[in-house]
């Protein structure tokens, strides 16, 4: 997303995306939702709720099925600063020189905290039915 008029307002200005418009389908499965982009002092804070289809591996029968992840950003994107890094550290996200915000990154990082620690295909699991 391109957020250079975003950054030239004051401070509290908001934009409302649907990310589904932004991001057709992602690496991980088809992404749905809506974000709020808030022009901070530093950058830019990302808040949004998220819905992630993935193809999972059913830990019992091991037939693939789908899956819906919801669950809900909020990240903050710091100002580029020439190339230099980042005075907060190198771990945090930026918005590059072009004023992009890339949410692919953070999307991925949010759907793997949010997968299952065993994935089980719904209750329709033919092969262990009691």
């Given at each position: 997303?391109?957020?250079?008029?975003?950054?030239?307002?004051?401070?509290?200005?908001?934009?409302?995306?649907?990310?589904?418009?932004?991001?057709?389908?992602?690496?991980?499965?088809?992404?749905?939702?809506?974000?709020?982009?808030?022009?901070?002092?530093?950058?830019?804070?990302?808040?949004?709720?998220?819905?992630?289809?993935?193809?999972?591996?059913?830990?019992?029968?091991?037939?693939?099925?789908?899956?819906?992840?919801?669950?809900?950003?909020?990240?903050?994107?710091?100002?580029?600063?020439?190339?230099?890094?980042?005075?907060?550290?190198?771990?945090?996200?930026?918005?590059?020189?072009?004023?992009?915000?890339?949410?692919?990154?953070?999307?991925?990082?949010?759907?793997?905290?949010?997968?299952?620690?065993?994935?089980?295909?719904p209750v329709h699991c033919s092969r262990f039915?009691?």
């Amino acid at each position: 997303m391109n957020v250079a008029q975003l950054l030239k307002e004051p401070v509290g200005s908001r934009r409302r995306y649907h990310i589904g418009e932004v991001l057709d389908s992602y690496d991980e499965g088809l992404t749905q939702g809506n974000v709020t982009l808030t022009r901070t002092g530093q950058g830019v804070l990302v808040q949004g709720e998220l819905t992630l289809l993935v193809e999972l591996v059913c830990n019992r029968c091991l037939n693939d099925f789908s899956y819906a992840m919801n669950f809900t950003i909020e990240e903050e994107f710091l100002q580029g600063w020439n190339g230099l890094p980042s005075p907060e550290g190198p771990d945090d996200v930026t918005v590059d020189s072009d004023n992009m915000l890339d949410l692919g990154e953070i999307i991925r990082q949010y759907a793997v905290l949010n997968l299952p620690m065993k994935a089980l295909c719904p209750v329709h699991c033919s092969r262990f039915r009691r």
